[in-house]
DNA sequence: TCTGGGGTCCTAGGACCC
DNA sequence: TCTGGGGTCCTAGGACCC
């Protein structure tokens, strides 16, 4: 038996915990640059505004001054969510953090009744004590139970916010009503495939031929179905464990062409990066540089590269990370193109613990390993960005935009990075 | 004017080996 | 005329997720 617990528009619900005025309005919460929406509130939702949606197509739904938008602090949401899974994990057993806003767990009892009480309980506990409101379904399978958590949510007067989809006779009747496109793991492309076939809904889909579905699709495919007649087995890799690739990659505010801004980017991405590794104390075999022009402006060239580099010897020093994506980015960098974004990602993970040393190296390992360890020691003392190793100009010409930063106490500022400590005079 | 960021897994096909 | 067979490893690209 699985459980399911997923926060209830989750971006718009932190928000919400620091600006209780916000309750009962339309807002939405927008990616970088303000560019999409990426979360929802009920009223938001039933405006008719679809998620992902442009924030400058919000007109075409409603009158846009009825919507509050705001531009997205995934720092305040990481830790909200920290909370929740903190609190989730002193009260059930083996809890796999699958995103931000939600976690799959094991329901502590045998008795689905008993459960439904304990249940109910926590989701009542988690909204006294962050104030995110977060719904839960618990079934025999991991996509039954993403099925009952999003039924839990839609009917909340009825369902104290816990659902459960355990007796066959009930699955039967809720995967009729399910529309196939609703299925966790069948997307655009799938859901068209399946319709072309007559396949409208996740009742149709189970009771499809498994070898049919193997052969028409994939291993992984077959798998869902499976779920969906209530066989546990897709393995949802324990987000616990490490990472096997990072990456860090923004939209511009605005075209660049100049070579030193868009490589301002890439040394910022990359010593990003590196410490993202050294947090999971990981090591990279790979660096790959990226990047391309404006998809949507037809009055421009448009370019797009990217270039991988292997590393002599794995590492997460911010001066190899910076210097292998520095090398790709000149190899792909063409004068004259116009770039929008560009990335830099680290693959061929291992843990630090594992690294063989290149005899053949001139890189002094161990040496930068200690240089790294002081540098982060500082910027975790005095605030992210006191000591740097590498060269930025400090334009920064590509940040992206936010324009709509929630106005907040300077409490929350200092909460959320925006105020750090200064270092002593002197 | 304005269109996100960060992941995972699977498969097909090529290189290479015996 | 005839031109093996099977295995592994790697990579690029597609599909999916939130």
Not at 30 to 58: H, T, W, Y
Not at 380 to 405: C, F
Request: overall charge positive; glycine content about 6%.
């Amino acid at each position: 038996m699985y459980g399911l617990i997923d926060c209830n528009n989750f971006f718009v619900s932190c928000e919400r915990v620091f600006n209780p005025s916000l309750n009962g309005r339309p807002v939405v919460v927008l990616s970088n640059n303000d560019g999409c929406v990426i979360a929802r509130s009920n009223e938001a939702k039933a405006l008719g505004i679809p998620m992902g949606c442009p924030a400058f197509q919000i007109k075409e739904h409603c009158d846009p001054r009825q919507v509050v938008q705001l531009s997205a602090r995934h720092i305040v949401y990481a830790d909200l969510s920290h909370r929740i899974m903190n609190i989730l994990g002193s009260e059930v057993e083996d809890v796999e953090v699958y995103s931000v806003d939600e976690a799959f767990f094991r329901p502590p009892y045998d008795d689905v009744e008993q459960n439904h009480d304990f249940l109910a309980r926590l989701v009542k506990k988690v909204y006294r004590s962050v104030g995110v409101p977060v719904s839960i379904g618990f079934a025999p399978s991991r996509s039954l139970a993403k099925i009952a958590s999003h039924i839990a949510k839609k009917d909340r007067r009825i369902t104290d916010g816990v659902y459960w989809l355990v007796r066959p006779e009930a699955i039967d009747i809720i995967l009729r009503r399910t529309p196939i496109a609703d299925v966790w793991g069948i997307g655009r492309r799938l859901t068209a495939s399946l319709l072309e076939r007559g396949i409208d809904t996740a009742y149709k889909f189970a009771q499809m031929p498994s070898g049919l579905v193997r052969a028409l699709y994939s291993v992984t495919v077959e798998r869902t179905q499976r779920e969906l007649r209530g066989e546990d087995c897709i393995p949802v890799n324990p987000v616990n464990i490490a990472h096997s690739t990072l990456m860090t990659s923004r939209t511009f505010g605005h075209v660049l062409t100049d070579r030193r801004e868009v490589q301002d980017a890439v040394v910022h991405f990359a010593q990003a990066t590196a410490r993202r590794l050294r947090d999971e104390h990981q090591v990279a075999s790979t660096v790959t540089t990226y990047v391309r022009g404006d998809r949507f402006r037809e009055d421009l060239p448009y370019y797009s590269n990217s270039c991988e580099m292997r590393l002599r010897t794995p590492s997460s020093s911010a001066m190899t990370i910076v210097y292998y994506a520095l090398i790709a980015f000149n190899t792909i960098f063409r004068e004259g193109m116009a770039y929008r974004k560009a990335g830099v990602m680290v693959g061929g993970l291992i843990p630090d613990t594992m690294v063989q040393l290149n005899v053949w190296d001139p890189e002094d390992y161990p040496k930068q390993r200690a240089l790294m360890q002081a540098v982060d020691g500082i910027n975790q003392h005095y605030g992210a960005h006191v000591v740097k190793l590498v060269p930025e100009s400090g334009e920064r010409s590509w940040v992206p935009h936010q324009t709509h930063l929630a106005t907040t106490s300077k409490t929350l500022r200092i909460y959320t990075g925006q105020i750090t400590k200064l270092p002593p005079k002197g």
